[in-house]
């Protein structure tokens, strides 16, 4: 396995291992019921946003020969607001509004409830200087490999080159024990985002805090 910076032309396979780490996600299996429509935001939105990527993003990929297994993605908190599609403030982007157009649709029935889910993604986003982890996603073949350590010690030696804080959110209870093993706290606990949701914890790494790896990882922190 190797760790190397994620290029735009790799979008479509970086999307389908969120798609399938996420697939037994909390917040997503209780927000999107059918597991194909469950794949949608990660195929549709998050594959158009990594075709678009740029400043202050970072993203790298863990390959297995040519093959992603895994990937990460960040951006400095606060700088904006990585969970929120349909947010109208934001200058407009042709490529962003045919996917949401496609991506509501296919949403149908379900869409009610990611529309509440995005708009309180959006109100628990945590506005910390530092950076945040957006998207730590490894395919479920390779998952507690350690590629997952990997990447996140690969992206956190960044941030500490910086003397910067990191900070994340997570639906999965065991992505908190993971990440408190590697110097991360929670900071805030929102026990339903709208009502009737999974709970969801915001989680905060110092500035140059080193913590041990440990052997199991997580499927996946909260996509952007």
């Known amino acids: 396995m190797r760790i190397t910076d994620f290029r735009p032309r790799q979008s479509n396979e970086a999307a389908q291992i969120a798609a399938a780490a996420f697939a037994d996600d909390p917040l997503w299996s209780h927000t999107l019921p059918d597991p194909e429509r469950r794949r949608l935001p990660h195929l549709i939105m998050l594959g158009t946003a990594l075709r678009r990527i740029g400043p202050p993003q970072i993203a790298r990929v863990a390959l297995d020969g040519d093959r992603i297994i895994g990937f990460s993605s960040w951006t400095a908190a ?6 929120d599609p349909f947010d109208a ?8 509004a045919r996917a949401t157009r496609k991506f509501v649709r296919r949403a149908a029935s379900d ?20 950076w945040f982890l957006g998207v730590l996603a490894v395919h479920p073949d390779h998952q507690r490999t350690g590629v997952g350590t990997a990447l996140l010690r690969d992206g956190l030696d960044r941030v500490d080159l910086d003397d910067q804080p990191v900070s994340l959110q997570t639906s999965t209870p065991e992505n908190v024990d993971f990440y408190r093993r ?8 929102f026990a339903e985002l709208y009502p009737g949701s999974p709970p ?16 199991s990882e997580p499927g996946g922190a909260r996509p952007s």
């Open 78 to 83: 606060g700088s904006d607001d990585p969970y």
């Open 89 to 96: 403030t934001r200058p407009a982007d042709p490529h962003m």
């Open 111 to 130: 869409w009610p409830r990611l529309s509440a889910l995005y708009a309180t993604l959006g109100q628990s986003y945590p506005n910390d200087p530092g």
């Open 182 to 189: 590697h110097g991360f706290e929670v900071t805030r606990t």
């Open 200 to 215: 969801l914890w915001t989680m905060r790494r110092p500035a140059a805090t080193h913590a041990t790896a440990a052997p």
